[in-house]
Nanobody, 128 residues
Framework: QVQLVESGGGSVQGGGSLRLSCATS???????????MGWFRQAPGQEREGVAA???????YYADSVKGRFIISHDNAKKTMYLQMNSLKPEDTAMYYC???????????????????WGQGTQVTVSS
């Protein structure tokens, strides 16, 4: 059974940094149900949007709004995915979720419908 648990959220002033972690269990190498992991966020009253995604160790995708500020990574030994968030802005305020799924088309990485497994979320609040 795949489980995802986020941590690392909190409150920070604009320009600050946070690192989110997503501890995984139940995902094995060569899994038939997971080949992609990502971070999504959802602010109140808004759609859930893809922030970043990672496939293997080299293929990474970022939303235009976070390029150059956020870095997604994965530690296979620790079975943990990370999202390093720098130069945070008030508009980054949202609930952040990690997700895992089996994507058949890489260009769909930001579509939340493509991901089968989700964590409970961790709140990030950025003040101006």
């Amino acid at each position: 059974q795949v489980q995802l648990v986020e941590s690392g959220g909190g409150s920070v002033q604009g320009g600050g940094s946070l690192r989110l972690s997503c501890a995984t269990s139940g995902i094995t190498a060569g899994s038939a149900s997971v080949n992609f992991m990502g971070w999504f966020r959802q602010a109140p009253g808004q759609e859930r949007e893809g922030v970043a995604a990672i496939w293997g160790d080299l293929t990474k995708y970022y939303a235009d709004s976070v390029k150059g500020r956020f870095i997604i990574s994965h530690d296979n030994a620790k079975k943990t995915m990370y999202l390093q968030m720098n130069s945070l802005k008030p508009e980054d305020t949202a609930m952040y979720y990690c997700a895992a799924g089996l994507l058949r088309r890489l260009e769909n990485w930001a579509r939340h419908e493509e991901y089968r497994y989700w964590g409970q979320g961790t709140q990030v609040t950025v003040s101006s």
